[in-house]
């Protein structure tokens, strides 16, 4: 085991002894308590950090965070985040949303076979679990879907069903799951540092009649929410 795995265990030894809000020693106490280097602790915390166990604010130090949310969902089926968040027991929150008109970006009229000057909304919001920021979303559409104006003026943090009441049906969803690193803006609404991992998913809502109409952008904070999958196999090919 590494020296700096051996300090990252003994200090989270350290933080179950603690209540959530405490704060820890100083790095310099921290290394002295433990007979390592200062810089030796600072990787053991930022360690701690990225899983959610401390919070280390400049200039006052390191505090205790409470026990961060665990979501589980299956990428089979398509529900909001909001929804996944009550599904697993934690209290949903939609917070900061913002809705703009806009002339769609390229990228977005090329994902729904748009014209390029198709005017369009853009719509963000951040998902929290229990009072944590955990997933930022982003949503863009066209002021027109199916020959039916879309007026999100009732909209508050499904657009799911703010679609439906507006007797437009999203079917099925093709999502594309990546790893990235947090921009200016995502890292913001998760009130994490930018370049900090996170999980990206890349989704185009579909109508039943196959045609593209929503594309979204979800930017999942590290540790927060865990997808899965069920692969079958294909019995016309051996192996696996």
């Given at each position: 085991?590494?020296?700096?795995?051996?300090?990252?265990?003994?200090?989270?030894?350290?933080?179950?002894?603690?209540?959530?809000?405490?704060?820890?020693?100083?790095?310099?106490?921290?290394?002295?308590?433990?007979?390592?280097?200062?810089?030796?602790?600072?990787?053991?915390?930022?360690?701690?950090?990225?899983?959610?166990?401390?919070?280390?604010?400049?200039?006052?130090?390191?505090?205790?965070?409470?026990?961060?949310p665990k979501l589980r969902a299956?990428?089979?089926?398509?529900?909001?985040?909001?929804?996944?968040?009550?599904?697993?027991?934690?209290?949903?929150?939609?917070?900061?949303?913002?809705?703009?008109?806009?002339?769609?970006?390229?990228?977005?009229?090329?994902?729904?076979?748009?014209?390029?000057?198709?005017?369009?909304?853009?719509?963000?919001?951040?998902?929290?679990?229990?009072?944590?920021?955990?997933?930022?979303?982003?949503?863009?559409?066209?002021?027109?879907?199916?020959?039916?104006?879309v007026n999100l003026d009732l909209?508050?943090?499904?657009?799911?069903?703010?679609?439906?009441?507006?007797?437009?049906?999203?079917?099925?969803?093709?999502?594309?799951?990546?790893?990235?690193r947090a921009s200016e803006a995502?890292?913001?609404?998760?009130?994490?540092?930018?370049?900090?991992?996170?999980?990206?998913?890349?989704?185009?809502?579909?109508?039943?009649?196959?045609?593209?109409?929503?594309?979204?952008?979800?930017?999942?904070?590290?540790?927060?929410?865990?997808?899965?999958?069920?692969?079958?196999?294909?019995?016309?090919?051996?192996?696996?």
């Amino acid at each position: 085991m590494l020296l700096v795995d051996t300090i990252r265990t003994a200090l989270t030894d350290m933080i179950e002894q603690l209540a959530p809000g405490q704060r820890l020693p100083s790095e310099d106490a921290l290394a002295e308590m433990l007979e390592v280097s200062r810089p030796t602790v600072r990787s053991a915390l930022i360690a701690l950090e990225q899983e959610g166990r401390v919070s280390r604010r400049h200039g006052r130090g390191t505090f205790v965070c409470a026990t961060r949310p665990k979501l589980r969902a299956s990428l089979q089926e398509l529900v909001s985040v909001a929804d996944i968040v009550e599904q697993n027991g934690y209290r949903a929150e939609v917070k900061d949303v913002e809705k703009s008109s806009l002339m769609l970006p390229r990228f977005v009229t090329e994902a729904l076979n748009l014209p390029d000057d198709t005017a369009g909304y853009r719509v963000s919001r951040t998902v929290y679990a229990n009072g944590e920021p955990a997933v930022y979303l982003v949503d863009f559409l066209a002021q027109e879907i199916s020959g039916k104006r879309v007026n999100l003026d009732l909209f508050s943090d499904r657009m799911i069903v703010a679609l439906h009441r507006i007797g437009i049906d999203i079917a099925y969803a093709v999502t594309q799951v990546t790893l990235s690193r947090a921009s200016e803006a995502s890292a913001k609404a998760l009130n994490i540092a930018p370049g900090d991992a996170l999980l990206l998913l890349n989704q185009i809502a579909h109508t039943a009649f196959n045609e593209p109409i929503v594309y979204s952008v979800g930017y999942h904070r590290e540790g927060y929410v865990s997808y899965s999958v069920m692969r079958n196999v294909n019995p016309g090919r051996d192996g696996q």
